[in-house]
């Protein structure tokens, strides 16, 4: 059939839905939240929760392949989905991303292919592992193994003291503690593999990170060098074809200040960070995860335009006096910016640190989009 299936209506699913339809294609989600982002736009919805063997069987029914739109969908619901249709990426590959010890062992067996190793660790499972960790590994970054995003659930500890409040506190939840790496600057890796082994790799784009949240991408990379560059590109498509999987990969690396590269972590679908490929490349990211698991050639990555990407935040909708939600974002106003492209993702309410939109700033040049983009800040009232 011409309907894909969606395990999840956040605005990755609804971006995803809306490249799926200029190419022809409907879109059913799964989604238990009525009046989701995705849902919302998609030509079908079943409103039952991931995990629900009925809403399963009804997406099986009505699709022949697949796809998820967020990290933690449950594995077994891909591997169900997988007995009637095509899941792209696999529960395998997937499961893998959703937690980081995995994940770390993944880049490490890599590591003689990809020369790349992941940061200094430890996992955490009982208290007993807190006294073989090695004081080298202070200051460090206490992530929860499994669940995090957007840098919840991450605690920084200074001392073992101070790890062992924390790791108490979450009380029997399995931890990766990591040393705290002194960071030049972040990157990200988009790559895409289709179902013949055939791979693609976007330029690389850099992340400025606030509050655990992603903050801007711009592209090119203003910091990173040529080297740098080829060697984390290349890592990326060594990495997708080691685990065989198919659609759309980003991995994270960090830069640090000696210039060597580590690689912090990879989401198994499009990625905030890849955003700025609907306006900037002749492929968008969510483009290429519907020819991947289409089984359709993978389109061309090149950017045509250098550009910024900016997150919009819930938080611009309230106002900081009267913390109520009167406050309405001067749209026209960042519009009239020439190469400003708006995206905002249909939610119904505006909550602080949500991600509401984006703004991606096209322009001939990157400092005009970076000029552009700090214009929109100050009318939004976003510190830069
Ligand atoms: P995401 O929303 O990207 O999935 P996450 O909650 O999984 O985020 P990470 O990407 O692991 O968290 O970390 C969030 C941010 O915290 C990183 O982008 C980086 O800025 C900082 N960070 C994480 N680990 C380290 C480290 N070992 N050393 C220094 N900074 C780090
Ligand atoms: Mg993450
Ligand atoms: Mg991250």
Redesign the pocket.
């Known amino acids: 059939t011409s309907m894909l299936g969606m395990v999840g209506g956040g605005q990755l699913g609804r971006m995803f839905v809306h490249e799926a339809q200029a190419l022809g294609f409907k879109v059913m989600v799964l989604e238990p939240e009525a009046g989701s982002p995705a849902a919302h736009a998609a030509d079908g919805h079943i409103q039952a929760a991931y995990d629900d063997a009925s809403g399963l069987q009804q997406l099986a029914a009505a699709c022949t392949s697949f796809t998820t739109e967020f990290?933690n969908v449950p594995a077994a619901s891909l591997a169900k989905l997988a007995e009637t249709g095509f899941v792209a990426p696999s529960a395998a590959c997937v499961s893998i991303a959703q937690d980081r010890i995995e994940e770390k062992a993944f880049f490490t067996r890599c590591a003689p292919q990809t020369d790349i190793l992941p940061?200094p660790h430890a996992i955490l499972r009982t208290a007993d592992d807190l006294e073989k960790v090695s004081a080298d590994l202070f200051p460090?970054?206490l992530?929860t193994a499994r669940m995090?995003?957007?840098?919840?659930?991450?605690v920084r500890v200074k001392s073992m003291e101070e790890l062992r409040t924390a790791f108490d506190n979450l009380k029997g939840v399995v931890c990766v503690l990591?040393?705290?790496?002194p960071?030049a600057y972040?990157i990200s890796v988009l790559v895409a593999r289709g179902a013949d082994g055939q791979a693609v790799v976007y330029p690389i784009a850099e992340?400025v990170?606030r509050d655990?949240?992603?903050f801007t991408t711009t592209v090119p990379s203003p910091h990173v060098s040529e080297q740098a560059a080829l060697k984390t590109q290349n890592a990326a498509l060594k990495l997708i074809a080691d685990i065989d999987y198919v659609g759309v990969l980003c991995i994270?690396f960090?830069v640090l200040e000696d210039g060597s590269v580590v690689v912090?972590?990879m989401?198994p679908r499009p990625h905030n960070s890849g955003h700025y490929t609907i306006d900037a490349c002749v492929t968008s990211q969510f483009a290429q995860q519907v020819r991947a698991m289409a089984r359709l050639p993978l389109g061309d990555v090149r950017q045509h335009s250098p550009c910024v990407m900016l997150n919009i935040l819930g938080d611009i909708w309230f106002d900081d006096v009267e913390q109520n939600t009167e406050r309405q974002p001067a749209w026209d106003k960042v519009l009239a910016l020439p190469s400003a492209h708006l995206h905002l993702y249909g939610k119904s309410e505006a909550r602080r640190a949500r991600k509401m939109g984006h703004i991606t700033f096209i322009a001939p040049t990157l400092e005009q989009a970076q000029d552009e983009m700090r214009q929109a800040c100050a009318i939004l009232g976003i510190e830069v």
């Open positions: 990290e940061a460090g970054i992530k995090g995003y957007d840098g919840k659930g991450q990591e040393k705290m790496l960071l972040e992340n990170h655990g949240i992603l994270e960090f912090n972590e989401a």
